[in-house]
């Protein structure tokens, strides 16, 4: 597939800024979490998980936050990996 060196240089970017857009996109789910309970939490879970991922959060963190399911613990790992 040939890409335009625009299409080159928007990919290029979205890859090296992935922890970021990550990092992003975890904290809004958060915020999510405060506000959500029953099916629409767990599927908000689910897409925290992806993101807590591609930040580098191990897997078995990932879960034990999930089985706690406390926001607020994950909001707190965040701001170790913004800063």
């Given at each position: ?11 290029r ?27 629409k ?31 607020a ?11």
């Amino acid at each position: 597939m040939n890409r335009t060196r625009h299409q080159e240089k928007i990919i290029r970017n979205y890859y090296e800024n992935r922890d970021v857009i990550g990092l992003q996109k975890a904290s809004e789910a958060v915020t999510d979490l405060y506000l959500s309970e029953g099916k629409k939490r767990a599927t908000i879970w689910k897409r925290l998980a992806s993101h807590l991922e591609k930040i580098g959060v191990p897997e078995k963190r990932i879960e034990e936050l999930r089985e706690a399911d406390d926001p607020a613990a994950v909001a707190k790992l965040l701001e170790k990996y913004s800063g």
